[in-house]
């Protein structure tokens, strides 16, 4: 069985993101990028499924500026076996996203598609769903849970109630959450190795993809600063400030 794992490069998570001076975007510029997080626990997965002998080849797939391909060897520094770059400069928006993954799922061929949850630049959390949805494959979304047996999926994902566990057939798409596990470091002799992987480029013209944007932003703000918290003397006092000035008791 083969799996694909999308990564995407994004603004690292412990960087404080700034807004541009004229509200146009987030200014990435001279900050440090890393791999969406998520997609470190779904490229851990897939790298699991393949030592305990279920996968047999896992393929990192990043569809971004000529950098990302800093993150496919990050991928493949962690045991990925090669990596094809869809190289553009344009920003690609979930649906244009899932339709280059589409066309790679229709040249690869993978029984299983490992994605995060969600991009933590932004939060769309719609690619997994848009790419099950073009290509008619049975979903699991949030997953912290995954069980592959003889061609058959047990996926629990988290609910409000709990774990909800969904089983269905390969091929599918999986979209995975932090619990699903703790990702491995790199070790300096598999960077090392990682550097003697292929990496395929390819652009989504290549592959037929029209990936022109669908969502105009408009404008992008930073949040309102937070006001300062107060010291309450007491719980009584606590009570009343909420009954009276905050007025949410
Ligand atoms: P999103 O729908 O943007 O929140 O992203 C969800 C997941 O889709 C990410 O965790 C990645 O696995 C994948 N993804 C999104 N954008 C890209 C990209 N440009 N290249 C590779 N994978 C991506």
């Given at each position: 069985m083969k799996v694909l794992v999308?990564?995407?490069r994004v603004v690292d998570a412990y960087v404080k993101?700034?807004?541009?001076?004229?509200?146009?975007?987030?200014?990435?510029?001279?900050?440090?990028?890393?791999?969406?997080?998520?997609?470190?626990i779904a490229v851990e997965e897939a790298i699991r499924l393949k030592e305990r002998g279920i996968a047999t080849e896992v393929v990192a797939a990043s569809i971004g500026e000529?950098?990302?391909?800093?993150?496919?060897?990050?991928?493949?520094?962690?045991?990925?076996?090669?990596?094809?770059?869809?190289?553009?400069e344009a920003v690609v928006q979930p649906l244009g996203v899932a339709k280059v993954l589409r066309a790679l799922v229709e040249r690869e061929d993978p029984q299983l598609v490992i994605l995060g949850k969600q991009a933590i630049d932004d939060d769309s959390n719609q690619t997994g769903q848009m790419l099950a949805?073009?290509?008619?494959?049975?979903?699991?979304?949030?997953?912290?849970?995954?069980?592959?047996?003889?061609?058959?999926?047990?996926?629990?994902?988290?609910?409000?109630?709990?774990?909800?566990i969904l089983r269905f057939r390969l091929p599918a798409v999986i979209t995975v959450d932090l619990r699903l596990n703790e990702p491995r470091y790199a070790s300096?002799?598999?960077?090392?190795?990682?550097?003697?992987?292929?990496?395929?480029?390819?652009?989504p013209e290549a592959l037929?993809?029209?990936?022109?944007?669908?969502?105009?932003?408009?404008?992008?703000?930073?949040?309102?600063?937070?006001?300062?918290?107060?010291?309450?003397?007491?719980?009584?006092?606590?009570?009343?400030?909420?009954?009276?000035e905050a007025k949410v008791l």
């Open positions: 999308p990564v995407k993101v700034r807004v541009k001076a004229d509200g146009s975007g987030v200014d990435t510029a001279n900050v440090k990028m890393a791999m969406n997080p998520f997609d470190e000529a950098k990302c391909v800093e993150t496919l060897r990050t991928a493949l520094a962690m045991g990925a076996d090669r990596a094809i770059h869809v190289v553009t949805g073009l290509l008619g494959w049975p979903q699991a979304t949030f997953v912290s849970r995954l069980r592959i047996e003889n061609g058959e999926v047990e996926a629990g994902r988290e609910v409000d109630e709990g774990i909800e300096l002799p598999n960077i090392m190795k990682a550097k003697r992987k292929p990496v395929e480029e390819t652009t037929g993809v029209d990936v022109s944007p669908r969502l105009l932003y408009t404008r992008f703000e930073e949040p309102p600063k937070r006001k300062a918290g107060v010291r309450v003397a007491s719980v009584q006092e606590l009570v009343d400030r909420l009954i009276h």
